[in-house]
Structures are given as C-alpha cells and as structure tokens.
C-alpha cells in the first residue's frame, strides 16, 4: 500500500499527515506525487510519518519493493539496534508489540528475523525489569535449526582458518537470543 492509499484509508489530507507527523509538506506530497521515492526517505522520516500514521515502516515502503525482497540478516541487526538506541528500550519494546512486528515477521516465513527481533524484546524486558509478553510463547518454543553467527565472525574465522571468534562469540552471546540460535553478543554499541 502507498502513501496515497494510506492517507485515503485513514481520510487524512497531506497537509494533516505533516501536521501530525512533524514531516514537511513538501516532502510528503514529493512522496504522493512520486518525486521522491519513500523508501530512500531517512529513517527519522520514514518513522514519524509511520507512527502518525500507525502503521509500520515495512508497510509505507513494501509498495515499493518487491514483497520478496529482503535485506541481509545483518542490515536488519543492525537496524533494530539502532532503533533501540533512537527510541530507548520501552519505547521500542512497546512499538514492536502494538504493531505486531514479531507475527508479521513469523507469517512471512523470515524466521531469523521474528526470532531476533523476539529475542530483542525478551532480552530489553529482563534488563529493564518488565514482564514478558506471553502473547509469542508459540514462537519462544521454536529455534533456528543452525547457529546464525554475525558475518564479520564468520569472515574472520574463514580467513584465518580457525573457530576462535565463533567460540568467544557463543560463550559471551545473550541468553534471549542463544535461545533461538542466534549467537549475539553486543546490541548497544552501534554508530
């Protein structure tokens, strides 16, 4: 769905979407008259106009791309980590949960996705001392068949012809996402 379809949907003017979202005028009718493609929007827009609209970004820019199209495992990593930083733990916690992002993610079939993106709020909620969300105990249940490794581990150890980084990595990994395979160590020190 487009902008144009979104802001017909909820029967909001440009004008009013700008209003809501803090977004220039300018800038969201370059979008609905496709002189500016959303999907190479800033993030800080693509999340502002995204949240007056309730809705999420993968929704405002899916019209876009194709529905197949996805990025590595790594670029997504590394977005939800600099989404935690932006919005701070609560926020993204309950931003993740009121739109259902770990189920869209699941129904898919991006596992490795839904289970980071899980794995994430599971590890968020323990440091901040918040109850879990029962509402993925379906999801909690299942894992990755094979460890998933970040790639620059995987690449250091293929060129130097060891398993060194990958055993530090898995002995210091997170419990949250060890739980569904994921072998992650660090989500706070993102640039």
Not at 127 to 138: F, M
Not at 151 to 175: H, Q, W
């Amino acid at each position: 769905m487009n902008l144009n379809e979104l802001l017909n949907k909820r029967q909001i003017s440009m004008y009013r979407l700008s209003k809501i979202s803090g977004v220039p005028q300018s800038t969201i009718m370059d979008i609905c008259n496709k002189k500016t493609r959303i999907s190479k929007c800033t993030g800080e827009t693509l999340y502002k106009i995204a949240k007056a609209l309730d809705v999420s970004i993968e929704t405002l820019i899916e019209s876009e791309l194709n529905r197949s199209a996805r990025s590595s495992f790594d670029v997504f990593k590394s977005n939800v980590c600099h989404l935690v930083k932006d919005k701070g733990d609560i926020d993204f916690i309950i931003d993740v949960l009121e739109r259902d992002e770990i189920r869209a993610l699941y129904n898919k079939k991006w596992y490795a996705e839904a289970f980071y993106l899980l794995a994430m709020v599971d590890y968020l909620s323990r440091e901040n001392d918040v109850p879990l969300c029962t509402k993925y105990a379906d999801i909690r249940a299942l894992k990755l068949k094979e460890p998933l490794y970040p790639s620059g581990i995987v690449l250091a150890d293929f060129s130097m012809n060891t398993d060194k980084n990958r055993k530090a990595c898995y002995k210091y990994a997170i419990p949250e996402f060890l739980r569904f395979n994921i072998i992650e160590s660090e989500i706070r020190n993102v640039y």
